[in-house]
Every structure is written in C-alpha cells, then in structure tokens.
C-alpha cells in the first residue's frame, strides 16, 4: 500500500509508482531522483496548487512559510504565464536548493525565476499583482499569511493547521463546530465582511486531515 500520508522520503525506489507521462507523474519523478522530500509534501502540494490555479491564473507566486517550496515551483508549471516565485520562510530547509535545482533541471524555464529569501513575513511586501499561498503555516501564521495578503490585496489559498483555539477566534460556535472547524469559518466569514470574495474547498482527507483549502480575493479584483 503507497500511502499518501506517509512523511517516508521519496526515493528512486518510488520511481516506478509514477510511470505516466503527466505532469505529477513527471514531477513526482523528479522529487524521487532528488531523494529529500517527504511524500505527504507531493501530494499536498500538488492538490493545493492545481485547486488554486483553476482559480486563480496569472501573476506573481508568493509562496509563504514555504519549506521545501515544492507548491510555488508547481504553481509556476501549471501556469507560465507567471513571471516568477518568490520562496519566503524564516528557516528555509537546506533541502529546498536540491527540490530548486532538481525541478530547474527538468524544466529549464524555471531557471532565474525563482527568489528564496529567509525572512520574517512581516518583511514581505504585496501588491494586488500577486498570488499568495501557504500549505499548513503553523497556527497563528495562517493568519499571519492572510494579514499580508489582505494588506496588499492580493489573491490567495492557504490551507491552515495546528490550530490554537486558546487564542484564535472561535466566534463562540464550539457548541455546534469543533475548534478547529470554527477558527477556519471565522476566517471566512472575516474576510467576507471585509469586502472579500471567498472559496472553501477540501483537499483529499487520504493525504492529511488538515484539508481545508480558503481562497480569497478582493471584490471587484480578477
């Protein structure tokens, strides 16, 4: 049984789970080859993106809290009309230089299109051109992720986790919704008032239980 859930590495041996000539097949081999990515990560990344790109087309690629940076660089693929990524975490993983030049190598067109910084997110500038996401920001930087977004106006999707509803904002709905579930509609229903345009999706619940998907963008915007 091939486990999407399973945080095991890929490695050349999973080559042969992937032998079709699509584009997760393609990329999946190519994270395989570079032997540093847990499995969760592709499949997660992969269902985030194609979810918000069927969404959202077009501009900058601002990949928040971004790890490894797999869900930026297959936004880009699915979508090239993008001019580029822009990779932001406080700690990048030294790893995510091999996911960079492993993805680089099979897809030329991403060379010099990518920008990985090790920054504070309060550091990273928006503006309405962008496109905003963030896959499992742990906690209070899923709001922190949407505080920025929503300051530069800018188009996104994360996906939340860890959530601390000691300090988030349930909206007093923990009598009918676990916590967890009432943080996520509070989100929503913010940014609703707020003069946004919301979606709420589900990624497969197979690959983490942490699967809701919120996109957002400002009313009257594309």
């Known amino acids: 049984?091939?486990?999407?859930?399973?945080?095991?590495?890929?490695?050349?041996?999973?080559?042969?789970?992937?032998?079709?000539?699509?584009?997760?097949h393609r990329i999946a081999r190519t994270v395989c080859r570079a032997r540093c990515l847990p499995r969760k990560e592709l499949f997660e990344a992969w269902e985030v993106a194609r979810r918000v790109r069927r969404r959202f087309r077009g501009g900058r690629i601002v990949?928040?809290?971004?790890?490894?940076?797999?869900?930026?660089?297959?936004?880009?693929?699915?979508?090239?009309?993008?001019?580029?990524?822009?990779?932001?975490?406080?700690?990048?993983?030294?790893?995510a230089a091999t996911i960079q030049h492993a993805l680089a190598a099979e897809w030329p067109r991403l060379e010099g299109r990518v920008d990985a910084r090790e920054a504070p997110l309060d550091q990273v500038e928006?503006?309405?051109d962008d496109l905003v996401v963030s896959v499992h920001a742990c906690g209070?930087?899923?709001d922190a992720v949407i505080d920025r977004a929503v300051a530069g106006r800018a188009r996104f999707g994360v996906?939340?986790?860890?959530?601390?509803?000691?300090?988030a904002d349930?909206?007093?709905l923990t009598g009918w919704l676990d916590g967890p579930l009432a943080v996520d509609v509070m989100r929503a229903t913010r940014l609703r008032a707020a003069g946004w345009h919301v979606w709420t999706q589900t990624i497969p619940a197979g690959i983490t239980p942490q699967n809701r998907l919120l996109l957002a963008t400002i009313r009257n915007e594309r």
Do not use: W, Y
Request: some cysteine; hydrophobic content about 40%; proline content about 5%.
């Open 140 to 142: 209070g930087l899923t």
């Open 1 to 24: 049984m091939f486990d999407p859930a399973s945080k095991a590495r890929l490695t050349e041996h999973d080559l042969g789970r992937f032998p079709e000539d699509t584009l997760f």
């Open 63 to 95: 990949d928040l809290c971004a790890g490894h940076g797999l869900l930026g660089h297959i936004m880009l693929l699915l979508d090239d009309s993008s001019p580029g990524i822009l990779l932001v975490d406080r700690a990048l993983p030294l790893s």
């Open 126 to 128: 928006l503006t309405s």
């Open 170 to 172: 349930t909206g007093d």
């Open 159 to 167: 996906v939340a986790c860890c959530h601390d509803t000691d300090s």
